[in-house]
């Protein structure tokens, strides 16, 4: 068909999405070198995973980035420490004479058995309070008192005091076990906190873990070599077998097979591979055997881009951050300030002064911003892996953070409510003849033309899975349609043009047919045999089923849904009353939309922009948050706070549903990690001493550890939301 009238509205702005899109394995400048980049050369893929390795280091450790208090640190370490000191610990417990005392036991005496709690003690400190005191001086030197700077001066008060007793330069009661205990109980923490940091993270490591060590390299005859992955370059020929993992970006040149992508875009159901079909590094070929063309490896792969995205996001500073970061300060300068009163009081009191500096140390350790330090780390990491297990690559934090309050969506139509192909999406026929019949009749005759009208009756044949029999004698009639022998019978089909020409007056029912087509912007295509109209096609940019769930979520969420686009108002009007859109801007340029924008935000709207990264860049800016849709993996890097992997509008409400969860977890965890202060400072200071209540500077360590062990487990409970 050569001629189908009338052209669409879609087809003078046909896919005005249309752009070079960035990679998603390619820095985003040339001077912004990614952390283990590599070049796509011989050899480059060796490093790939190493340099995932790496990725997932900078994410765990951007959980840490307020104050650096971790650097150097891992779970390993912290959790040998706490082992090792656990060992040194219980001698110095067992000879202590408080504990002696306390359980009406004596411990074996030997010589030197006395100084064996200040032998210990004192290795004690300096082993495995070795990470709190270096942590101090890097906060101390950045002038950014926290958590780091109590602990180290929790246990130097101790540890210097009971130094000074056991030298006989004081009188009193050391704490040498108290000191022990202390710094037993806080490396638990520490380890307790690195170890929910690393399993935020898991995910991502999970992912560097899918590329193979080894491909199948065909040479020039055809021949299969096993090869390690480090040597394949761009425009290497692949054997992907069943069941084997893709080893890097490439194209189908043969086979047809199922490939699980669910790793990558979060899409649960196999997806159709055939010739010209692209494939990514890590996924898994189900059924067929391809043969694939390698045309990007190491870092410049869609996996090394998505853990590039990721680790940006877990990077960037949220406002919930920065709100947590200055009330851990204060609550820092609260703690020194309680500490100092607490020691003039109990002076002044007349109480000894083993007692006092035990108030001191209870007041600076149990007031520790620890869990303040965890509560919006943890939750960003989690909500961020969560994203990207489910295709939402999250640019920004603040992005996530703004979408809870969005509460208008603008939408691009083309590509993304609707398919952006043309299909059948009405057929009205006449009597005797059933609608599939119809189709399969039109798809025949319609087969060998190059036209992409023609083309969607074709597809739309093929999806619903029609018998579609050979057409003989087909011939294209210019400008007007094309006419074809089907099972013996002579069929027409065309516009209005073809009606004209064949002086043509379809029946009442058809007429209709082809004015409604009219009034929405949609081709009608009409089917003639021996001089009669039978069934009019309406033809269009076919709405995606995903568009109508996507919508209706949307407006559960209580969020006004509006269409933007460059196509005619009739066109955008149809699906705006397809899919229940609450507001159409049609017939707008690409340098119109950021204006569009800027018209509902005075109204006092929150907005979001769903669109193309690289022609709606300027509307994805001025939105209040930006999501870029439509580039399948190769994702725009440039534009957007949110880059949705599989393209689908369902993930828009999801975000929405995501960020809504997110804050409402920081919110819980800055409250409870900072609220209980308010009780526990006053306990630690022994305002209850009067009535015998005295909180031992072991148990406030156990407090403190636990508020940090309630963020974390509220934290992960983040998991429920997708």
């Known amino acids: 068909m050569n001629s189908h009238e009338p052209k669409l509205a879609d087809e003078h702005h046909e896919h005005e999405r249309h752009g070079q899109h960035a990679h998603v394995g390619q820095a985003a400048h040339d001077g912004d070198r990614p952390h283990g980049h590599i070049t796509p050369h011989a050899g480059a893929h060796a490093d790939v995973v190493t340099a995932h390795d790496d990725h997932v280091r900078h994410a765990e450790h951007a959980a840490h980035v307020g104050h650096d208090k971790h650097a150097g640190h891992s779970v390993a370490m912290f959790r040998d420490r706490f082992w090792l000191t656990v060992v040194l610990t219980v001698p110095t417990v067992i000879w202590s004479e408080m504990i002696q005392h306390g359980f009406g036991y004596t411990a074996p005496r030997f010589a030197g058995s006395a100084y064996i709690p200040a032998v210990f003690g004192t290795i004690v400190y300096f082993y495995g309070g070795w990470p709190f005191l270096q942590g101090a001086y890097r906060e101390l030197r950045d002038r950014l008192p926290g958590m780091?700077?109590?602990?180290?001066?929790?246990?130097?008060?101790?540890?210097?005091?009971?130094?000074?007793v056991t030298l006989g330069v004081e009188d009193g009661m050391d704490m040498w076990w108290e000191l022990a205990t202390l710094v037993a109980i806080m490396l638990l923490g520490h380890w307790i906190e690195m170890r929910s940091i690393s399993q935020a993270s898991g995910a991502l490591r999970e992912l560097a873990k899918l590329l193979p060590d080894t491909a199948?390299?065909?040479?020039?005859?055809?021949?299969?070599?096993?090869?390690?992955?480090?040597?394949?370059?761009?425009?290497?020929?692949?054997?992907?077998?069943?069941?084997?993992?893709?080893?890097?970006?490439?194209?189908?040149?043969?086979?047809k097979s199922q490939v699980n992508e669910s790793m990558i875009t979060g899409e649960s159901a196999p997806v159709d591979k055939a010739v010209g079909a692209k494939v990514i590094a890590g996924t898994v070929n189900e059924q067929g055997s391809l043969r694939v063309e390698v045309t990007s490896v190491g870092n410049q792969t869609a996996l090394a881009g998505i853990m590039r995205l990721v680790e940006q996001a877990q990077s960037?500073?949220?406002r919930a951050q920065a709100l947590a970061d200055r009330a851990a300060f204060l609550l820092t300068v609260v703690a020194i300030a309680s500490a100092v009163v607490t020691t003039i009081v109990w002076s002044v009191l007349g109480r000894p002064w083993g007692f006092t500096m035990e108030r001191v140390v209870t007041v600076l350790v149990i007031a520790c911003p620890h869990a303040l330090g965890l509560a919006i780390p943890l939750v960003v990491a989690i909500s961020t892996t969560l994203g990207a297990r489910h295709g939402l690559l999250v640019r920004d934090r603040r992005g996530l953070e703004e979408a809870r309050n969005v509460n208008a969506v603008f939408f691009d139509k083309t590509g993304t409510l609707t398919r952006g192909e043309f299909r059948?999406?009405?057929?009205?026929?006449?009597?005797?003849?059933?609608?599939?019949?119809?189709?399969?009749?039109?798809?025949?005759?319609?087969?060998?033309s190059e036209h992409t009208i023609a083309q969607g009756i074709v597809k739309s044949a093929e999806e619903r899975q029609l018998p579609v029999q050979k057409a003989d004698r087909f011939e294209a009639i210019p400008g007007k349609g094309v006419r074809a022998v089907v099972g013996g019978r002579h069929l027409q089909l065309g516009g209005p043009a073809l009606l004209r020409a064949l002086n043509v007056e379809p029946e009442p029912p058809l007429r209709a047919a082809i004015e409604r087509a009219a009034s929405r912007g949609q081709a009608a295509i009409t089917m003639v045999e021996?001089?009669?109209?039978?069934?009019?096609?309406?033809?269009?940019?076919?709405?995606?089923?995903?568009?109508?769930?996507?919508?209706?979520?949307?407006?559960?969420?209580?969020?006004?849904?509006?269409?933007?686009?460059?196509?005619?108002?009739?066109?955008?009007?149809?699906?705006?009353?397809?899919?229940?859109?609450?507001?159409?801007?049609?017939?707008?340029?690409?340098?119109?939309?950021?204006?569009?924008?800027?018209?509902?935000?005075?109204?006092?709207?929150?907005?979001a922009m769903v669109g193309d990264g690289v022609n709606d860049a300027p509307a994805l800016v001025t939105a209040d948050v930006g999501i870029a849709i439509g580039a399948g993996t190769d994702v725009?890097?440039?534009?957007?706070?949110?880059?949705?992997?599989?393209?689908?509008?369902?993930?828009?409400?999801?975000?929405?549903?995501?960020?809504?969860?997110?804050?409402?977890?920081?919110?819980?965890?800055?409250?409870?990690?900072?609220?209980?202060?308010?009780?526990?400072?006053p306990l630690a200071a022994g305002v209850l001493t009067r009535w015998g209540f005295v909180l031992h500077p072991a148990l406030g360590a156990v407090l403190m550890s636990l508020s940090t062990v309630i963020v974390a487990i509220n934290a992960q409970l983040l998991r429920r939301a997708m």
């Open 316 to 318: 960037s500073r949220s």
């Open 148 to 164: 780091m700077t109590l602990i180290a001066l929790a246990i130097t008060v101790a540890f210097s005091y009971s130094l000074l």
């Open 424 to 448: 059948v999406v009405e057929i009205t026929t006449t009597a005797g003849l059933q609608h599939d019949e119809a189709l399969a009749l039109a798809a025949a005759a319609e087969h060998d």
């Open 636 to 681: 725009a890097v440039e534009a957007g706070d949110v880059v949705l992997v599989r393209s689908d509008p369902r993930d828009v409400p999801a975000i929405i549903e995501l960020s809504k969860a997110t804050y409402r977890k920081m919110i819980q965890n800055l409250w409870w990690a900072a609220g209980y202060n308010i009780i526990a400072i």
């Open 530 to 607: 021996q001089n009669k109209a039978v069934a009019v096609f309406a033809v269009a940019d076919a709405v995606r089923e995903e568009s109508r769930e996507a919508v209706r979520r949307l407006h559960e969420q209580g969020v006004q849904v509006v269409i933007m686009t460059g196509d005619a108002q009739a066109v955008a009007n149809a699906v705006a009353q397809d899919l229940g859109i609450d507001t159409v801007f049609a017939e707008v340029l690409p340098e119109q939309k950021a204006s569009k924008i800027q018209e509902v935000q005075r109204q006092g709207k929150r907005v």
């Open 216 to 255: 199948v390299r065909l040479d020039s005859s055809g021949n299969p070599t096993e090869v390690p992955v480090a040597e394949l370059t761009p425009g290497d020929l692949l054997l992907i077998r069943p069941g084997a993992s893709v080893p890097a970006d490439g194209v189908v040149k043969e086979g």
